[in-house]
């Protein structure tokens, strides 16, 4: 097996498993406010889980271009995830001591979702060539969006038919077998470390070279992620406030999410052909368009329609945004500038969208909470013009 296949197969595998627990937490507000647990609490670890996996996934980019262990570290990353539900489940155990579990959980599962997207999307980047990088991340992008639509439903049925403690502690085995089933899959595929772009002699190589370009891409990520993980994260809990039924929640949201299934290698496709500036612009733009629309609505067949054109959109983000970053900078810095782009940009930003949406919801009520990320969404739109053209 060549090293191409042989890196598309098993970072599709990683990111389908990855991608499966960014939206646990969401899933989980719904029961934990059933058990009476403040919702600011709730958005304050939904939001750590998000600024600790931005934050560390810079410390994962330079390790992994300093050394090239790449999928060690994602080994690394998928333990972690494991061991964080299993902590999920004792918190619906041990009532008595549910908040410290929750808050051991979240620390330990914004750590370990640090880890994916720099490795996997450097991997790709490695293994393909600029023009067909995007292809390859859209079609590995596309299977973190399969994880990301079935998982709700594995969710629901396995804390309703197992409860929440047996179901959730299996889901946690199940991640550190399939995660090391990954990493055996990666492990033969070398990635040279390269030191030379860490010397800041090197004005060629060195990352400050793109930052004209990278910093105003990563404000644009950081307000438009503070939309879409707001709405990822509450839209669980809002459906469920609509239609009183966690079993319907789940399956509005799978249908929804799997139509990115197929979005995500079309936009990956289109990065690759057209450049990934424009394809930030359509996203974004029809995001927002298409999110407005699902919040006018209270049928729940139109909210999936509108919901499902919104996530077509919204969860674009790994093959456009990473396969424009392989657009604009150096193999050697991949890893790096995917971190910041993706953690500091999408996650981090991420994490303030949740902090937003848990703090405001006592406040102002989950419907204007979620009226609240339709105007963040506009502001993220008119944004945009902020991103430069590449120097030639």
Do not use: C
């Not at 390269?194 to 090197?202: A, Q």
């Not at 209270?298 to 657009?327: D, T």
Request: overall charge positive; cysteine-free.
């Amino acid at each position: 097996m060549d090293q191409k296949l042989r890196s598309l197969i098993f970072t599709s595998l990683g990111h389908f498993l990855n991608d499966s627990y960014i939206i646990v937490f969401s899933i989980l507000i719904a029961y934990y406010l059933d058990m009476k647990i403040s919702a600011s609490y709730l958005g304050v670890m939904g939001a750590l889980i998000n600024l600790i996996s931005g934050l560390l996934s810079i410390w994962v980019g330079k390790s992994a271009d300093k050394s090239g262990n790449h999928a060690t570290l994602m080994l690394l990353g998928y333990i972690l995830i494991g061991i964080s539900i299993i902590l999920y489940g004792l918190s619906f155990a041990y009532i008595k001591y549910y908040l410290l579990y929750i808050s051991f959980a979240s620390i330990i599962l914004g750590s370990g979702l640090s880890f994916y997207h720099p490795l996997g999307g450097s991997i790709l980047q490695h293994s393909f060539d600029p023009k067909d990088s995007p292809k390859a991340l859209g079609i590995n992008g596309s299977f973190g969006s399969l994880g990301r639509a079935l998982f709700p439903i594995v969710i629901v049925f396995a804390i309703k038919y197992l409860g929440g403690s047996l179901g959730l502690s299996i889901i946690g085995v199940y991640t550190i077998v399939v995660g090391s089933l990954v990493f055996y899959g990666l492990k033969p595929i070398k990635i040279k470390a390269d030191t030379k772009s860490f010397d800041k002699s090197n004005s060629e190589l060195n990352m400050s070279s793109f930052y004209y370009i990278l910093i105003p891409l990563t404000i644009v990520v950081f307000i438009r992620a503070i939309f879409i993980a707001g709405v990822q994260t509450y839209a669980p809990t809002y459906l469920d406030h609509l239609f009183k039924s966690k079993v319907l929640m789940s399956i509005i949201l799978t249908v929804s999410y799997a139509l990115a299934i197929f979005g995500q290698p079309y936009f990956g496709k289109l990065t690759g052909d057209i450049g990934g500036k424009k394809i930030v612009y359509i996203t974004t733009i029809f995001a927002t368009i298409f999110y407005i629309a699902f919040i006018l609505f209270k049928n729940p067949i139109i909210m999936s329609i509108m919901f499902m054109a919104f996530s077509l959109f919204a969860f674009s983000g790994f093959p456009v945004l990473l396969g424009y970053v392989g657009q604009i900078v150096d193999k050697s810095l991949s890893a790096r500038a995917n971190s910041l782009i993706w953690g500091v940009g999408n996650t981090v930003g991420g994490a303030l969208g949740i902090l937003i949406g848990g703090i405001l919801m006592n406040k102002i009520g989950l419907t204007n909470d979620m009226v609240l990320f339709a105007f963040i969404g506009i502001v993220s739109t008119i944004l945009l013009p902020l991103i430069p053209n590449k120097k030639n």
